[in-house]
């Protein structure tokens, strides 16, 4: 199993006014860096055979960008990614075949503890994500099993690796 974790981009901050927890959105900004952020995702590993996606709509959207730069995915809710434990994700993994590649979009604090359980981390430690940052994760025995990290990437280096055309950049002339 390959596992692509990707935390949310940039959302409304907590606690501000009128804007519960729950249903922060993604502020202009955080969509826009994420776009370009997820072309770069998509130069760096394969097009996932499932995307899943924590309910909360800051998830929901970073998903539905990573979708458009995969091409040929469709974002599917998995609550354990919002409202659950490293096991209850570890659980929701388990359900999938061995050789699958799955990527989930999902929070901190929980994706940090994911990644901290799958690389063989002791209990309570985590390997924080910045928002809209990745990292992919071979799981040759499945999600129980011990994992090797492949990368764990920043936002603003998988931006860069989008290419200049993508960031923004004007092109090079023939």
């Known amino acids: 199993m390959k596992l692509l974790l ?3 981009a ?10 519960p927890d729950a249903e922060r959105p993604l502020t202009p900004q955080g969509k826009a860096k994420f776009r370009v952020a997820a072309r770069g995702l998509a130069r760096v590993t394969r097009r996932p055979d499932v995307l899943l996606t924590s ?3 800051r998830a ?5 960008i990573a979708a458009l730069a995969f091409e040929q995915v469709a974002p599917a809710i998995e609550p354990a990614l919002a409202h659950s434990s490293v096991d209850g994700i570890v659980a929701a993994l388990k359900t999938h075949p061995p050789g699958a590649r799955i990527a989930l979009v999902g929070h901190e604090p ?3 503890a994911l990644l901290a359980r799958l690389l063989g981390a002791a209990q ?5 994500f910045e928002k809209g940052g990745a ?3 071979d799981l040759p025995n499945g999600p129980a099993g011990g994992g090797r990290l492949r990368w764990f ?3 603003r280096i998988l931006r860069s690796l989008a290419g200049p055309a993508e960031r923004g950049a004007p092109q090079a002339g023939p």
């Open 10 to 19: 940039a959302a409304v901050p907590r606690g501000t006014p009128g804007v």
């Open 110 to 112: 929980l994706l940090g």
């Open 6 to 8: 990707i935390r949310h």
């Open 153 to 155: 990437l920043k936002p």
């Open 124 to 128: 309570g430690e985590r390997l924080a």
């Open 60 to 64: 929901r959207l970073t998903a539905e």
């Open 135 to 137: 990292a992919l994760v």
């Open 55 to 57: 309910p909360l709509p």
